[in-house]
Nanobody, 128 residues
Framework: QLQLVESGVGLVQPRGSLQLSCAVSESTIDFDAIGWFRQAPGKERYVVSCISGSGRFTEYRDAVKGRFIISRDNAKNTVYLQMTRLKPEATAVYYC?????????????????????WGQGTQVTVSS
């Protein structure tokens, strides 16, 4: 029904930049709202940013505001997360996930269980 494939795994130095991509394969003509999540070892998974199906609306975790930009190109069926001025605390596995269609976008963004289709994850390591 929906396939999410992340790419952009890498090792980057503090203050560096990295772009993650989420290739979205959709089974309907409607575009799903997509969230980017991250999870460090031994810690809970939490949202970094979300973007609505149209790309008109976005949400960001406070810790990444001003440094991360979420965007999408629906013609290419791809959602991006541009990360700049990276900090060691950003080291984690990053996942993209599609929201349930019966949930309000801005609230569901922050609720992992409101996402029902997940990518495989990609490792990001920020270290000198």
């Amino acid at each position: 029904q929906l396939q999410l494939v992340e790419s952009g795994v890498g090792l980057v130095q503090p203050r560096g930049s990295l772009q993650l991509s989420c290739a979205v394969s959709e089974s309907t003509i409607d575009f799903d709202a997509i969230g980017w999540f991250r999870q460090a070892p031994g810690k809970e998974r939490y949202v970094v940013s979300c973007i609505s199906g149209s790309g008109r609306f976005t949400e960001y975790r406070d810790a990444v505001k001003g440094r991360f930009i979420i965007s999408r190109d629906n013609a290419k069926n791809t959602v991006y997360l541009q990360m700049t001025r990276l900090k060691p605390e950003a080291t984690a596995v990053y996942y993209c996930a599609a929201q349930r269609k019966d949930r309000p976008f801005n609230l569901a963004c922050y609720v992992p269980s409101d996402h029902d289709r997940w990518g495989q994850g990609t490792q990001v390591t920020v270290s000198s």
